[in-house]
């Protein structure tokens, strides 16, 4: 029996016609899996690009797998889908959603990506005295519930057929806090083309994150777009088909 929730295996869409050797590497978000952006995927490869969606180490098979996996190993799992679009494109494009644009835009401050579509990204956590002792709190609480309701914040049923963790691990809070922080640094260090794309109504993140993204790049060919009517999950709810549009129409504009 496969260990991977079924729905959320990663997957591989060999590209077609004259952008199959455009590749696009979509990754999931913080206990998230690839089915949050399997229909961002399957959109871009409609338009003949080669896509791939990568399950981060300890994602979408149980959450001990989590608790025991660490910033790094997230990152080596985009590594991983990078160069394996590598083998097959001249030109590879990052699309995160929230911890997967947080990772996306930390990768393209050292891979030569062509471009970088971070959606939902967070800046920082909440400001909370206990982050700085998360490491020692996990060892006594190993998670911390999420909204009782499962589809608060949601736009839409979409919620439904969304598949996550019903719990996030505390012990990868921790990792979680240390990923954006090493994010923010590299952030001056981006010097290929961004495009952030952020709900108005998405609650789950700091405030303004896509603006102190915005304004910590340093890159001049950078982009963000608000949405409204979507929550956090803007590959998934009501606005999907715009995100997809704009994301298209950046990696399109920026193929060279």
């Known amino acids: 029996m496969s260990q ?3 729905t959320a295996e990663p997957f591989f869409f060999p590209g077609h016609g004259e952008n199959a050797r455009i590749g696009c590497l979509v990754q999931h978000g913080f206990t998230g899996t ?3 952006m399997r229909w961002l995927g399957e959109d871009l490869n409609r338009r003949g690009y080669t896509v791939c969606g990568m399950r981060l180490t300890g994602h979408a098979t149980q959450p001990e797998d989590m ?12 590594e991983d889908g990078y160069h394996l679009l590598r083998s097959s494109c001249d030109h590879v494009f990052l699309l995160g959603l929230s911890m997967g644009g947080a990772l996306s835009l930390l990768a393209a401050s050292y891979l030569p990506v062509h471009g970088v579509v971070a959606m939902s990204t967070p800046y920082k956590l909440p400001d909370d005295p206990r982050l700085k002792h998360l490491k020692i709190i996990s060892k006594f609480r190993a998670y911390m519930p999420k909204s009782k309701n499962p589809g608060a914040g949601w736009f839409g049923d979409a919620w439904k057929q969304h598949v996550a963790y019903p719990q996030n691990p505390v012990r990868s809070i921790a990792e979680l806090n240390e990923l954006l922080g090493v994010m923010r640094a590299a952030l001056p260090c981006i010097s290929v083309p961004v495009l952030l794309i952020s709900s108005r109504d ?9 603006e102190m993204i915005y304004a910590d790049l340093t890159t001049p060919d950078k982009e963000k777009i608000w949405i409204e009517g ?5 590959t998934e709810e009501p606005q999907k088909e715009f995100v997809f549009e704009k994301a298209a129409e950046f990696i399109a504009a920026h193929v060279r």
């Open 4 to 6: 991977i929730i079924p």
């Open 34 to 36: 690839p089915k949050e």
């Open 67 to 78: 608790i025991r996996s660490r910033w790094r190993d997230w990152l080596a799992s985009v």
């Open 202 to 210: 998405d609650h789950y993140i700091v405030e303004n994150s896509m």
């Open 230 to 234: 979507s929550g956090h999950v803007v």
